[in-house]
């Protein structure tokens, strides 16, 4: 079972616009992390925003903000006043459910964002 | 603060060819990870080590694929001997337990072409 979904594939938004991008997880365990990463055509890949399963508000960091809505499972992305330079792949990623050592992350298929003028 | 570094950064090599990977995680990290990723499958764990100790080898392909961690400072992977299928990116991320939800960086990746 896929424990990670990203239901798109492609996304446009023109620039200074917002945009989400929708992640949707699943798991039993009640302690776990969400993270969106970016992944540019150059190839690397760029750590976004990280949520706790018990962390209360939203996390945010500068234009991202991470809608998390726990009793459905999701972890949508916000991007506000998006940039060309956005234009990238998009992950959303779960760190396994916590063992105690583990710390390995699933990552969903991606979506592709491109920001146009 | 230096990320995680890689290299090489490309490589083309031929079938039956040995290969390595090389990776240095950031200073004060404790756990090491090697990642796959290709069209078909995505991001994929390969292995991944805590305080140099192999911990999950589950997601390494078979045999002709070794990684090693002698010190905490660099890990390598290995491929021998190398396929046309094992064309992919490989990337070396490292964390630390406690700090962000134990947070893994990536490396930029060694994009590895078999031929």
């Known amino acids: 079972a896929q424990k990670i979904t990203q239901t798109q594939p492609g996304m446009f938004v023109q620039e200074k616009e917002a945009v989400t991008l929708d992640c949707t997880y699943d798991t039993s365990d009640q302690s776990y992390g969400l993270f969106w990463y970016k992944q540019p055509s150059s190839g690397e890949m760029i750590f976004l925003i990280y949520q706790g399963s018990y962390d209360e508000q939203n996390a945010t960091e500068g234009r991202y903000s991470l809608n998390f809505q726990k009793a459905r499972k999701s972890a949508n992305l916000v991007i506000s006043a998006s940039q060309l330079g956005d234009s990238a792949m998009y992950f959303c990623?779960?760190?396994?459910?916590?063992?105690?050592?583990?710390?390995?992350?699933?990552f969903g298929t991606g979506t592709r964002l491109q920001v146009t003028l | 603060d230096a990320g995680v570094i890689q290299s090489p950064r490309h490589e083309v090599t031929e079938m039956g060819q040995e290969v390595t990977l090389r990776c240095k995680p950031i200073?004060?990290?404790?756990?090491l990870f090697w990642y796959r990723q290709t069209m078909m499958r995505g991001l994929e764990l390969l292995i991944y080590?805590?305080?140099?100790?192999?911990?999950?080898d589950s997601g390494m392909p078979e045999d002709r694929f070794s990684a090693k961690m002698p010190n905490a400072s660099f890990s390598t992977l290995k491929i021998q001997p190398s396929e046309p299928r094992d064309s992919a990116v490989y990337f070396c991320?490292?964390?630390?337990?406690?700090?962000?939800?134990?947070?893994?960086?990536f490396g930029e990746g060694s994009w590895l072409t078999v031929v």
């Open positions: 200073s004060g990290h404790d756990y």
């Open positions: 990623a779960m760190r396994e459910p916590n063992t105690g050592t583990a710390s390995k992350l699933t």
């Open positions: 991320a490292s964390s630390l337990r406690g700090r962000s939800g134990n947070t893994i960086y």
């Open positions: 080590f805590n305080n140099n100790v192999p911990i999950d």
